[in-house]
């Protein structure tokens, strides 16, 4: 292949080499967040900074050397501050709130936890993948990938569910205050439902998902956050779920991911009230490929092409929507599975609040 010199634009040529140059130490950051997460650097830092690569290294228990390095590079991609005159290194507020915060919303380590082990380990899955057009199941990543996914996911749900997110929705927050069924499909290791059964103390929850090991898991969560009682999980697809009468179901941040959504709003449908109400938590994205063509929709795109398309084509999928579907395509799908009514809620940066009526 060769390109006529004079077609090149060297100012995009530059940007597009400073992309790629901004990739690659994104591709070290991943692992050297992990270890920094691990080991409570950002931790430390934010707790006793600033500090020299001598004292995080003594605080942390571990050696001078590999700090030194590690904290060059966490400055130099704007992770931690450093101050030339003490040759110190500290976080300033925002960064405590992205790396030592793990009640904030803008927390991002769950993000890099085990990233670069959960990708290594399905890679050559998925490049076979691509080839054969088959899937590759939720349950069949590495066991990481469940807890990094509640990390990252929890913060947000914590900060907005109960007190943006369900208020938004048509009469939802009254129902429940006063004693409502809930049933939570595809929860995961069970942070949404945990975090509802907390606030709404009359309501009674169902957390449903297929993967019985994250269902284990969120049963010893409940435990934890003694809201056992009031919590029941069950291991079932979102299509055959038990129970009826439902006055909320919540799916968060997983219907794009099964296979026959048409069929599973179909269900929904048949299991809830009929003055019911539908919650659906989706990845923000907007209607047109080109208005997702940016760094959240990069993120979900690269989501949806690792984790989510490939599941939902594991289980048949028809059709696959992507993490990044958009309010469009799901409306059109979520009233071929019978629903009547549906609208945006809520939404911030990184989540579609949708609900759905009878
Ligand atoms: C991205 S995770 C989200 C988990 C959780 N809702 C959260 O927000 O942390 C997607 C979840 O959907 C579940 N899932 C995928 N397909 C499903 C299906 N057909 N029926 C029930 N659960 C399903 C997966 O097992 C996984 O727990």
Redesign the pocket.
Known sequence: MSIEESTVDEERLNELVGTAVNDLGGTFQTALAEIGDRLGLYTALADAGPLNAEELAEQTDTHERYIREWLRSQAAGGYITYDPKTERYSLSPEQTLVLADEDSPAFMLGGFQGTNTIIADVQDDIETAFRTGEGV???EHHPEL?SA??R???PS?AASLVDEWIPALGGVDAKLKQGGRVA?????????TIIMAEAYPNSTFVG????ER?IDVARERAEEADVADRIRFEV??????NGSEYDVVT????YH????PIG?AAHVRKTLAEDGTWML?EPFANDRVEDNLNPVGRVFYG?STM??TP??LD?GADPALGAQAGETRLREVVTEGGFSRFRRAAETPFNLILEAQP
């Open positions: 199941g939720w349950h469940f996914t509640e990252f996911y929890k749900y939570d499909i595809g929860c995961g290791h069970g942070a949404s449903v998902d297929y993967h994250s079932a697809t979102a299509k055959e779920y799916m968060f941040d997983c991911d099964m296979g026959d599973v938590v989501f984790f989510c599941n939902s289980q």
